[in-house]
């Protein structure tokens, strides 16, 4: 039986140890020399071999051993077994007649610290990767003992420096497929140590798929495969980068009487930092040729430059900047953060990142006029502008594109860096690729930019105040082809108490589809305006799209809300069902029935569906982009929706809609939401409304009804201005149009709001000269004269003619304690 428990972490000696053996040191040691004393003490020793000899514990400073001239040269000593052999003192006790032994210095420029001696494991003696790991090592030693203000503990130094260099260590059990690996090896992978459950497989998935096959003969060796085995691959961070990572390993095998078998695999893991011409270089190009072809925008492209040049040369800072009009705009950083940058560039740091023209930085005006790289070493003085980002060397690059040079590229360290030809031939190749990329990606913004203004131009520009409610909305441009797409929505303020909400999304992703979904938004908006109800403005908007004879079809969810009692009809049409987050915070999916998608049958129908919201409820309106896409099937998208909106904040609508959207990522389709928190009004107008019938006395019942209303409201003061509307309303409603009038009073607040409607749709016509002789069109303007406000609206069947009375009057409000509606006729 497999024992599936999650081995434990490795502990810090193990890492040390195993890194040392792989760096070729069976045993490592650190002397230190202290202020007073002509000699160097040991204070730490680590490695595989501590059991099998030791080195002295003191050395004299002007000694012949080879501690002591590494420590009076300030320079690595190497020595072979038969070169160790000459020296009779300082070397492993007993003497070991086939280990080569390496002595470092420690220390700064004018300071010297100590000593960092290694003994090796193999006869052949050190390697040049092992000695420039173990020289990174032992400055690493240094620094933390220049860092250090006393006597350095016991047992801290050697994996205190091991973590600065980020390197990882594994012990692999291939027959069960677990792998013991310590927090770093997780940190450069990607992965947190609690999110790690113990299995090879959790590591590999963040592996590229290129690079798959050549981890597999790591995870799955044969007995034959003895010896030590080293590879480079690739890994994408949780960011989206992609990290080059550098393995080790040997493999442990039994025999056990009978034919040998694989035990373990162990191995060590570090970011690749220094680079060696290998063939592992062409694929270091061709992995930035793929990566650079896929990057569409300016951003991903200073992202991969980042990726392919900042950790594998063990840089600390890459700055990518556009050439535009003689200014150069940077395009990325990183690190991203301003003080990691040249004072003067955190003065001028504008919404995102800084500009600056080409005359303030001659050493990059220097670069892009030669065209060439240039390398500077430690200690170059620069302009101010440059000052900072690269003390110990700096690399500047310009990138060629077409005959041109479309921007350039800075690359900085802190530590001084030696600049080897490896190094040029990358910093070379990698210019002329993201030259080239650059330009593209920037002719691709400029597109997407055109195209996102033609979008969000047939967008509503901003959404109205609603009484009794907070409406908001989100709209993403998808990140694949063309952003102009066909979703849409819309919130439209049918009356005082009334609001349509509206959300459609057009077949496709081309002009074509913008251009109908703004056509549909406007039919939408103005069949709603006319007042007709949800299922009639739908089949209205479905006969236009089959009338424009395109191919290409919308759906479209349409949602009429009486914002003071709560009660909401739907249509659907082939679009998504709405969602719903009660005030107790469960959510779920209104099953409104729906009808086929608009601009397919012409004589489709489109039933309705009523639902009751209590205040503190929240409508969600979404199209597909958001929920459904080619690697998350329909339900779960609209689970995992249901559960955002469960878990969102409704105090925020705004906040809630951007936790709906979360981290969309390179969306293949675009979003559109639209949020609606129903609050209830706090404030509800009371109501009354008279039938007019066409008698010879009818305008002196309406005037009768309206003072009832008026006195029993308790607005008297008001009487003489409603009634002069009322007549004069009425009176050219029954005059001037055929069929049915209605008289409705509302009182809301400090305002008494009359509406006369009829059954004629054309709009009530002003005089342009009013004189002695004219027999009438004075009524309008007395309408106008004691009116707050006045207007016409269609509505279904007719019109409405409207205008609002201002109350002046001291005391409590009656709205506010007696809510309803209050319905009249003849006596």
Not at 54 to 60: I, N, Q, S
Not at 352 to 370: C, I, K, Q
Not at 556 to 584: I, K, Q, W
């Amino acid at each position: 039986m497999s024992d599936d428990r999650s081995p434990p972490p490795l502990c810090e000696t193990g890492t040390r140890d195993r890194a040392l053996t792989f760096a070729g040191a069976a045993l490592a040691a650190v002397y230190v020399s202290e202020s007073g004393q002509q000699e160097l003490r040991l204070v730490e020793t680590a490695g595989g071999a501590t059991d099998q000899y030791e080195l002295p514990e003191r050395l004299p400073l002007f000694g012949g051993s080879p501690a002591a001239h590494a420590y009076r040269a300030e320079g690595p000593l190497w020595l072979n077994p038969a070169a160790l052999a000459s020296y009779h003192e300082g070397g492993p006790m007993p003497p070991q007649a086939q280990a080569p032994l390496g002595a470092l210095p420690l220390g700064t420029p004018g300071r010297r610290l100590g000593c960092l001696v290694v003994v090796g494991a193999s006869p052949d003696g050190f390697e040049a990767e092992q000695r420039r790991f173990l020289e990174r090592y032992a400055d690493a030693v240094a620094g933390l003992l220049q860092a250090g203000t006393g006597p350095p503990a016991p047992s801290s130094l050697l994996s205190s420096a091991l973590r600065s260099l980020r390197v990882g260590s594994f012990v692999l059990v291939p027959d069960t497929g677990l792998i013991e690996a310590d927090e770093t090896l997780l940190e450069l992978v990607g992965i947190t140590p609690d999110d790690f459950d113990g299995k090879a497989d959790t590591l590999l998935s963040h592996a590229l798929p290129e690079d798959m096959h050549a981890l597999m003969s790591v995870l799955e060796p044969s007995a034959q495969a003895f010896g030590r085995r080293e590879l480079e691959f690739r890994v994408r961070r949780p960011t989206g980068g992609v990290r080059w990572l550098s393995l080790s390993c040997r493999v442990v095998t039994h025999a056990d009487g009978g034919p040998e078998q694989v035990l373990q695999v162990l191995g060590v893991v570090a970011a690749t930092s220094v680079l060696r011409r290998s063939p592992d270089d062409v694929s270091r190009i061709q992995w930035l040729t793929a990566a650079l072809d896929e990057a569409a925008t300016v951003h991903d492209v200073g992202r991969v430059a980042v990726t392919a040049l900042r950790e594998p040369l063990g840089a600390d800072r890459v700055a990518l900047a556009e050439l535009r009009d003689d200014r150069f705009m940077v395009t990325m950083l990183d690190p991203p953060r301003p003080d990691a940058w040249p004072e003067i560039w955190r003065s001028q740091w504008r919404s995102e990142w800084p500009d600056a023209p080409v005359s303030a930085l001659p050493t990059l005006r220097m670069a892009l006029r030669d065209g060439r790289t240039d390398l500077w070493p430690a200690g170059t003085a620069l302009e101010p502008g440059l000052a900072g980002i690269g003390t110990g060397g700096l690399a500047v690059l310009p990138l060629p594109a077409k005959g041109g040079v479309a921007g350039v590229c800075v690359v900085g360290w802190d530590q001084p860096h030696q600049f080897v030809p490896e190094e040029r031939f990358l910093l070379t190749a990698t210019a002329a690729l993201v030259g080239q990329a650059l330009k593209r990606a920037h002719a691709h913004d400029a597109e997407q930019e055109l195209a996102t203004m033609l979008q969000r131009s047939l967008l509503p520009r901003r959404l109205p105040e609603l009484p009794g409610g907070t409406a908001v909305a989100r709209y993403l441009p998808a990140r694949r082809g063309l952003q102009v797409g066909g979703d849409w929505y819309d919130v439209i303020a049918l009356s005082e108490r009334r609001v349509a909400l509206v959300i459609g999304d057009v077949q496709g992703h081309s002009a074509g589809a913008a251009t109908i979904m703004g056509q549909m938004r406007t039919a939408v908006r103005a069949y709603a305006v006319e007042g007709h109800p949800p299922d009639v403005v739908v089949s209205h908007a479905n006969r236009l799209l089959v009338g424009m004879e395109t191919d290409l079809f919308a759906t479209c969810c349409y949602a009429e809300l009486d914002m003071e009692e709560g009660n909401t009809l739907f249509v659907r049409a082939g679009h998504l069902s709405p969602l719903v987050r009660h005030p107790d915070g469960t959510t779920e999916e209104v099953l409104a029935e729906g009808g086929p998608p608009l601009g397919i049958l012409a004589d489709a129908e489109f039933p309705l569906t009523a639902l009751a919201l209590a205040p503190g409820t929240v409508l969600a309106l979404i199209t597909d982009g958001l929920v459904e896409s080619s690697d998350l099937p329909l339900d779960e998208g609209m689970r995992r929706t249901r559960t955002a909106l469960a878990a969102a904040d409704p105090a925020d609508p705004g906040r809630m809609a951007d936790a709906l959207l979360g981290d969309v990522g390179r969306r293949e389709d675009d979003v559109a939401l639209l949020l609606l928190r129903y609050d209830g009004m706090k404030i509800r107008p009371i109501r009354a409304g008279w039938v007019v019938w066409r008698l010879p006395d009818a305008v002196m019942h309406a005037r009768r009804f309206t003072a009832r209303t008026l006195r029993r409201w308790k607005v008297e003061e008001a009487a003489d201005a409603v009634l002069l509307v009322v007549s004069e309303l009425v009176t050219n409603a029954l005059v001037h149009t055929q069929g049915p009038v209605r008289l409705d009073l509302m009182l809301g607040g400090n305002r008494v709001r009359v509406s006369v409607s009829d059954s004629s749709p054309r709009a009530p016509a002003k005089p342009v000269i009013v004189d002695w002789e004219s027999t009438g069109g004075r009524g309008l303007l007395l309408v106008e004269a004691v009116s707050e406000s006045v207007g016409s609206v269609p509505v279904a069947g007719g019109k409405q003619v409207w205008c609002e009375i201002l109350v002046r009057r001291g005391g409590t409000d009656p709205a506010a304690s007696a809510p309803g509606t209050e319905r009249g006729g003849l006596p």
